[in-house]
């Protein structure tokens, strides 16, 4: 089973950028760490990150076709990009959104979370382990329909 791990704009600053929201793991880190986890569950990971969102986009809409499920930590732009999710939307996979701060209890302009509304999940306030909990009901997923088949 192939998943798409997707990092959206400044989480190429994960270690540095306000660690104490974000915690003191890179992003390579932290894909290494998920990618570890998903081999141990029988998944593949295909990482991507961008600052940007129209190759975000792009990157969904080629890579999509050969995957069963995507990760995604949007970034900021959860809670503004109808384009994206409707990128994710129209992949018709599983899709589980991933935060590493819990959107709810910051500013008012995190309060609205626009991709989520594409999400099979949303898992947010738990750092990293929240990828873990993502890599988890993926597998789980793939294991029930495969029961229910």
């Given amino acids: 089973m192939r998943v798409l791990l997707v990092h959206g704009p400044n989480l190429n600053r994960l270690g540095s950028r306000n660690p104490s ?18 081999r141990d569950r029988g998944l593949e990971v295909f990482a991507f990150q961008s600052n940007h969102e129209g190759a975000l986009i792009d990157w969904l809409q080629e890579k999509s076709a050969s ?3 995507i990760i995604i930590n949007p970034g900021g732009l959860a809670h503004s990009s109808v384009a994206l999710r409707d990128a994710l939307e129209d992949t018709g996979l599983i899709v589980v959104e991933v935060h590493l701060s819990d959107p709810s209890s910051r500013e008012d302009f995190r309060q609205a979370m626009v991709t989520a509304t594409a999400a099979s999940k949303v898992i947010a306030g738990q750092g990293a382990a929240g990828y873990f909990e993502a890599v988890d009901f993926i597998a789980d997923s793939r294991r029930l329909a495969g029961e229910n088949s």
């Avoid at 929201?21 to 998903?38: F, I, R, S």
């Fill in 21 to 38: 929201v974000y915690g003191t793991a890179t992003l390579h880190e932290l894909v290494h760490a998920v990618t570890e986890k998903a």
């Fill in 67 to 69: 995957a069963d499920a």
